[in-house]
């Protein structure tokens, strides 16, 4: 992972460059990177971040490298990247789609069938060997899978609006046990009846995401030292996190 951070943090200063920043700029720009969590505290415990990060970092670069260069081939390897990632953390299964709409309108012709062909290859392979082994077309089941967290989000919506209307998304959507109640179609359907209480869940997300990272906990986990995690501990019976 040291090795893949250090040609991540070689990619954001490139793609800093592209996109015509000044080389004070991208150095800036290379430090916050190599600086953050995943690249100094993550790479010695057991988390994701410290290689989902570097791949997407490294697969961006490739695709905008690609789109100046007119490489189908780089798209290409970016692509598989972006898929690797998507394995590592689901959460990036549509950012190939996004990055799509991107290659549309600044690369060629063949370039979004490229990469989301490439994007989608390592997703769909794991998903017939999932079958395989299962008999379930689908990348797998745990208390941490998609339908899990649809579930709980469905019912912490669920919970800001009236009475009548939470039973009613109880007894619609929540009937049954994750993860058979909750689907990626039954969640839109959800979106579609109740607009206006998922808008604001979606707004309450977004503040936590850009107000609320956490950065801060996970620096001071990994740097404390013992008497100082202890000091931390005694202040919160709950864990020494919620107190910060």
């Known amino acids: 992972t040291r090795r893949s951070s250090d040609l991540s943090g070689v990619c954001v200063y490139r793609l800093a460059r592209l996109c015509e920043l000044s080389a004070r700029a991208s150095c800036l720009a290379t430090a916050l990177y190599l600086g ?3 690249s100094l505290a993550l790479q010695h415990q057991l988390c994701s971040e410290a290689v989902f990060v570097p791949l997407l970092a490294i697969s961006t670069w490739l695709a905008a490298e690609a789109v100046r260069r007119r490489s189908l081939r780089s798209l290409g390897c970016s692509g598989l990247l972006a898929g690797l990632t998507s394995l590592i953390r689901p959460v990036t299964l549509i950012w190939p789609l996004i990055a799509c709409l991107g290659l549309r309108r600044y690369g060629t012709r063949a370039a979004a069938p490229v990469f989301a062909t490439a994007a989608y290859l390592p997703v769909v392979l794991w998903m017939v060997f999932v079958w395989q082994q299962t008999g379930t077309f689908g ?11 649809l579930y709980g989000r469905v019912q912490a919506i669920a919970a800001t609006m009236p009475p009548d209307k939470a039973r009613a998304v109880d007894t619609r959507y929540l009937a049954e046990p994750p993860p058979a109640a909750v689907t990626a179609g039954s969640y ?12 604001i869940y979606a707004l309450r997300d977004t503040g936590v995401f850009f107000f609320k990272s ?9 740097f404390a030292d013992d008497q100082q995690t202890s000091l931390l501990q005694t ?10």
């Open 235 to 244: 202040r919160n019976g709950n864990g020494w996190r919620q107190y910060w």
């Open 139 to 149: 990348m797998g089941d745990s208390d941490h899978s998609l339908a899990v967290n």
């Open 188 to 199: 839109l359907s959800f979106v579609a009846h109740y607009p206006l209480p998922s808008f």
């Open 36 to 38: 953050s969590p995943h």
């Open 214 to 222: 956490g950065i801060e906990r996970i620096t001071v986990d990994y």
